[in-house]
């Protein structure tokens, strides 16, 4: 069974700070790679997806280390609308050889005035 | 667009009867899934189709059936509920490039809460 294994948390973050996510998966072949956003009883929505080079966008930056199977997540000057869940999102293949993606269980964010 | 639709929002069940989850999006996507969400647990696998006519089984298949007779709408049917089917349930779509291990962007529904009694 393919792993994706985050930091639950919470993290409590001040307004304005830096905070950084990390996430490990166990499928060396997982080439697909995204963080989810997820807040309080709603459906997830993309926030990025992770590229090989690392990507930003505006406050957030995404790192993929393949070599130690690892991704991050880094959210500069953290704004009170930044409080959610983050969940690490991974492709992976079953034991029956279905493919489909592996959610974390999340990292929940909470961001303080 | 609506996007992905799910109905109901909330259900309530007894344990041993049947009912159907509906999802239905209009974006035109090939490919989707049903996720049931756990506390403690994340989102996992149910079910998940590549296109009109195809299914495949993902992590936790037993207990659900599927079916895609169309693009747009993706049913799960509760054989038989039991208590430990109380979940949220989520449906996605979307794009999917065939022979490629590789995922677009997942639309999710809002959700159908579920309570086995």
């Known amino acids: ?6 930091d639950p948390g919470p993290f409590n973050v001040p307004e304005g700070a830096t905070v950084a996510f990390n996430c490990t998966y166990s499928n060396s072949a997982s080439q697909s790679f995204f963080w989810y ?22 406050r957030f930056t995404a790192q993929l280390n ?12 953290s704004k009170l609308s930044d409080s959610a ?3 690490c999102v991974v492709n992976g ?4 050889g279905a493919d ?8 929940h964010l909470i961001i303080q005035p | 667009n609506a996007g992905v639709t799910q109905t109901p929002k909330f259900q309530v069940l007894k344990t041993g009867q049947s009912m159907t989850l509906q999802c239905a999006q209009d974006m035109n996507h090939e490919y989707m899934s049903w996720y049931r969400q756990d506390p403690g647990m994340g989102l996992r696998l149910i079910h998940y189709s590549v296109g009109a006519g195809i299914t495949d089984q993902g992590e936790v298949p037993n207990g659900y059936n599927v079916s895609r007779s169309t693009t747009e709408d993706f049913p799960l049917r509760l ?11 989520f449906c996605a779509s979307s794009t999917h490039r065939q022979g490629l291990l590789s995922y677009n962007e997942q639309f999710f529904g809002p959700g159908t809460r579920l309570t086995v009694l």
């Open chain 1, 85 to 87: 869940t983050y969940l």
């Open chain 1, 1 to 6: 069974r393919k792993e994706v294994e985050q």
């Open chain 1, 93 to 96: 293949r079953w034991g029956g």
């Open chain 1, 100 to 107: 489909g993606l592996t959610f974390g269980k999340g990292t």
């Open chain 2, 79 to 89: 054989l038989s509920a039991a208590p430990s089917q109380t979940s949220v349930y």
């Open chain 1, 66 to 77: 393949r070599a130690s199977q690892y991704i991050s997540l880094l959210i500069r000057d």
């Open chain 1, 37 to 58: 956003r997820q807040d309080c009883r709603k459906e997830p929505k993309l926030l990025m997806s992770v590229y090989s080079s690392g990507n930003e966008d505006g």
